[in-house]
């Protein structure tokens, strides 16, 4: 006499209420560490360090500048001055570009 | 991205998880950690090796992250790993300890309680884990696989690398089979449970 099979549920129910076996709690703690440790990218604070550092030295530069076009003499000619204006313009361009990279080095630090 | 089919939860996850972001790591791991330890464990019958391949199938699955084809699930990729690293690992282990202890636990309880209620709560568990005990070890995943991690017949496929056709009569098979064992453990309780 053949038998008729056993409709899916019941046995779907049975093994879903007690089917899963559990790893220790031990095994599990120590392979979400595992993973994380050996997947997460380290910090790069050696770059942020010296971001500061040459932001520190263009500012300075930057004052020289600003400083030397001040102490010059009223008859210093328009070449000179227009120079002088440059590089104070494209020293601040520098400080400028190296701020907005920090800050995106910064973003990415505190999205991980 | 696909404007028409924008990122699901779990692609955000495993796009995080690929970043390297240790939050989507753990929560990958405490996803998925508890059915990976079961496939492992049907396959082995041992919870010291079933432990030790869930962390290397986990270790090569997040090495490989970036060639994970998104055209799968994360999970059928994850538990073909598994499997794989199970095979390799029951290959290479010497016979004898391969042998599950499921007859020293068929005599413990042989005798059927006083009803359905009475091992209803606290020996659910014990009778289904004997009557799984008794199947083949290939009939236990594929119903493990289907029921409780819910992977179609074709993630079953890809899983354990057979045709349709034979996932689907393993699948009936392992049913009956299962049936029967949990009848002839309870004769007259697991009828209440249909």
């Known amino acids: ?88 313009m494209g020293t601040g361009s520098l400080i400028w570009l190296l701020e907005y990279y920090r800050k995106r080095l910064l973003q990415q630090e505190t999205a991980c | ?41 049907r396959v082995l019958g041992n919870p010291q090796d079933a432990e030790e391949v869930v962390q290397d199938a986990f270790l090569k699955a997040f090495a490989a992250l970036a060639q994970f084809q998104r055209a799968a699930k994360f999970s059928t990729w994850l538990y073909r790993i598994v499997y794989n690293t199970a095979l390799t690992k029951k290959r290479s282990r010497p016979l004898l300890s391969d042998l599950p202890s499921t007859t020293e636990i068929t005599e413990e309880h042989s005798v059927t309680g006083d009803g359905w209620e009475a091992v209803r709560h606290a020996d659910q568990q014990k009778y289904l884990a004997l009557a799984l005990a008794r199947l083949p070890p290939e009939d236990a995943l594929v119903l493990t696989l289907h029921y409780l991690g819910e992977q179609s017949i ?23 089979q299962l049936e029967q064992a949990l009848t002839q453990l309870l004769p007259t309780e697991f009828q209440h449970l249909l």
Not at chain 2, 160 to 175: D, E, H, V, Y
């Open chain 1, 1 to 88: 006499m053949s038998q008729r099979p056993t409709p899916p549920e019941p046995i779907k129910a049975l093994l879903q209420a007690h089917g899963l076996a559990q790893p220790s709690a031990a095994f599990s703690a120590s392979l979400t560490q595992l993973v994380v440790a050996r997947y997460v990218p380290p910090r790069v604070e050696p770059f942020r360090a010296g971001a500061w550092l040459g932001n520190a030295i263009l500012l300075v530069l930057a004052c020289l500048l600003v400083l030397v076009t001040y102490a010059a003499p009223i008859a210093v000619s328009t070449v000179l001055a227009t120079s002088l204006a440059a590089m104070v």
């Open chain 2, 1 to 41: 991205m696909d404007f028409f089919h924008p990122p699901s939860a779990e692609d955000l996850l495993l796009r995080q998880a690929g970043q390297g972001q240790p939050q989507a790591l753990a929560q990958l791991v405490q996803r998925y950690q508890a059915l990976a330890y079961t496939v492992a464990l």
């Open chain 2, 154 to 176: 074709a993630e079953m496929c890809v899983i354990l690398g057979k045709k349709t056709s034979a996932i689907k009569m393993q699948l009936l098979r392992s049913r009956k």
